[in-house]
DNA sequence: GGCTGATCTGCTCATATGAGCAATGATACC
DNA sequence: GGTATCATTGCTCATATGAGCAGATCAGCC
């Protein structure tokens, strides 16, 4: 298009979308016809020039979600816009509210559901209304009893949920990560614990965040992990954690030792499971969340628009 | 409108403008009428959820345009967007190329032209496209021979206006501030320069900038005055200086003294003058774009969006 | 429970707009 | 200079959309 034809087509579509006049009336301001008032203002939108943005909480990213889909093989992607956000955890708050809507509109509803814990999961379960669902059974997947603080962050993550679903709710009422394998062991073997296990395993559907593999990761905070055991598991090519156990870009778990003394339900369940659906999101969870989508550890992912196209540029 | 309602609203907008579906087919997926769907869009759009912007160096903001000339009487009011600039010198670029936009399509095309001198006016010189009126007399209104370096910006800021319009240029052989008033007078009786004064009084147009008080003030920059000057006359109520005069927020000269030995066109010629031009754009600009504006210093004005807000919001 | 005013809904109809097409004008190539 | 090719223009026609209106529905009130 000429030069000439461009800046036309900017009087045009200032006359057309501020000024609400229509191609017609633009044709008398600018001695065009309405045709060519028409064709300009198509190619300023073909150009990119006009920039169309919801801005709102919960505005979604359509096209972006439809690209991952198609790019990825997830079978759903919901993306949300990161338009007017100003602050991280508004971001992290517009994913979760995200996921709880994904989860109520889920159809069929699953009998049970498997959840991890964490600030994110913690974020959807106070999102969620008030009988989302008519009765779900909601099991924890990986074991969370904090062991300095916040006690119960994990149980209640669950229990809320399970309880706005008028459902019911069963614990795993272990720590993370044991020091020692046989302690790991020994509480599996329990009979208790072995069944919330099973039941785990054979969840119709799973819901999981990740964290990423730095200092402020939740295991760190939580006292399961040092900082220098961190960095070692960093350096070792770890990106993040999903259901407490750490995984390189390839999706393969970075430490077996670590691994065999965590409990919950392994990495290679979730790729099994027919439903799981990954809540990631915030700008220092794009690692992570590329090696969740990479390795098909989640069939559904709810994320925002930057860590959406960040996995689109890869 | 109730909660529902505005998340259906929203959903609509993702299906209308990012996935360009048609109200009917909306209406089909979100189990509505195709008339509650297009109620629904307006509201979106009511509710200022729908931004939509131009995005592009020569876009204008035309119902801020409106506003300006409602709010201060202005004639005329050019306020380009600031949607994308990523720096100061591209909004200045922006508001040069929109005030040459301006001049060239001046009608009646000026015979006479009396323009300032400094780095906005010499941007606007650049950017007049070769032949863009066919002859104008550009007349300088203010001294400007610089003291210490780029001898002759403004000189060759007046004869690029000049020699694009095929015109002629009258250039005002001063310095900007006398530091005598004796040798200022003297420099007045002269022939010559009496009659460049006698024409920059009786120009058609005027297209003038105007300065922050500040340490980076160009006069601070040419060497006519020094930081400590300035930081005075800013004590004294100075927001910046118009033609080489410096002025408060009310428009009044802050300092008869100085402003007698400063060359050129007085404050009170421009305001009688019918069409005077200021070209005021950038954040550090705001006060002194205030201040000519409500003190009538100019009758158009040609700003930057930010700016423009700046003056709405009082 | 029934009335009243206000809001909401589904519709008709006029208008605005985009798709497609023939005629025209420009451009490149022999 | 003539012609083939392509882009541009002005148009017709089908479709999408917004304004306006009558009937339905609802909330508040006695």
Known sequence: ?????????????????????????????????????????????????????????????LPIERRLRESTGLTDAIVVSSAGVSSDSELQSRTAQAAADYLTSLRPIPRTLGISWGRTLHDVSLHLKQGWAPGVNVVQINGGVSLNQRTGTAASTAVTIAHKADGSATLLPSPAIFERLETKQAMEADRTVAGVLALARNAQAYVFSAGQADANSALVDSGYLSVAQINDLVARGAVGDVVGRYIDQNGRIVDPELNERTVGIQIDQLRRAPLTIAVISGPSKHAIARAVVRNGLCTVLVTDEDTANALLHD
Chains 1, 2 share one sequence.
């Open 1 to 61: 298009m000429s030069d000439n034809d461009e800046l036309l087509s900017i009087r045009a579509a200032e006359l057309y979308y501020e000024e609400n006049q229509t191609q017609d009336e633009i044709g008398v301001i600018l001695r065009l016809t309405r045709w060519k008032v028409g064709r300009l203002l198509a190619s300023a939108k073909a150009n990119g020039f006009i920039r169309i943005e919801i801005v709102h909480p919960r505005a979604r990213r």
